[in-house]
């Protein structure tokens, strides 16, 4: 059976939904032929409607995914994510204790051997907190922040590879992450997915001017490993 997704924006214009993790923007190479689980044809269905996928967030990331209902609007809104007009703000709980704000201006490489691009992520620390238990050998206690994250630039994996770069890995991340803390957390607290969330997105609607903000609250997954480690969770503002 196919999931229903959650609808947090409707005009007669723009779309937009809180994507489940797990699911793929549309499809590519990289997906099987059998591959059912792609967010456009899963809500084109759902509503009757064709509609075009705005942005991409990557598979195993939760939240705001926004869709253009028609051309006219697909043309407008979709060249201003280039030019930092639509901003995009995600939640992310990574390892280690984070200074309150940064940048990480980081230049990233497209493919393993392609030319290194630009890259800048900005980041606030939201909360923190440090567990009794060791998730490594090293020490007897577990140091983790809630950190909110801007992407200047919107380089693949960006805010997953600034993370491992500064040492500060995102927990669930199975690709540039830390083994021994997904370990930790897959046997203590039984989590399976990734811990980064597209939060917030915010424009200035190319039809009728006025200032968008969508917001897609955390999964339940999520919210349980808050909760566990004693981290308040966000507030919108």
């Given at each position: ?177 830390d083994n021994k803390q997904n370990t930790f957390f897959r046997n203590k607290f039984g989590l399976y997915n990734m811990l980064l969330h597209a939060w917030q997105l915010e424009f200035i609607h190319p039809i009728t001017n006025q200032k ?26």
């Open positions: 059976m196919k999931p229903l997704l959650e609808i947090i924006f409707e005009d007669e214009y723009f779309i937009a939904i809180n994507k489940p993790a797990g699911v793929l923007v549309h499809r590519t190479h990289l997906a099987k032929e059998e591959e059912t689980l792609l967010a456009v044809q899963l809500l084109r269905d759902q509503i009757g409607q064709h509609v075009s996928p705005l942005h991409r967030i990557d598979r195993p990331t939760s939240g705001v995914l926004l869709f253009g209902k028609n051309s006219e609007s697909t043309s407008l809104l979709q060249p201003l994510f280039p030019t930092k007009q639509v901003k995009k703000f995600y939640l992310s709980l990574v390892r280690g204790h984070m200074e309150d704000h940064g940048i990480i201006d980081h230049p990233l490489r497209k493919k393993l051997h392609g030319e290194l691009q630009e890259a800048t992520t900005e980041f606030w620390t939201l909360s923190q907190t440090e567990i009794p238990f060791a998730s490594s050998a090293r020490y007897p206690s577990s140091r983790y922040s809630l950190i909110k994250v801007y992407p200047h630039t919107g380089r693949m994996h960006q805010i997953r590879r600034h993370m491992a770069h500064a040492r500060h890995y995102v927990i669930g991340d199975n690709t540039h992450g968008i903000t969508i917001e897609a609250e955390l999964p339940d997954y999520f919210i349980k490993i808050l909760e566990e480690i004693s981290i308040c969770l966000p507030n919108s503002n």
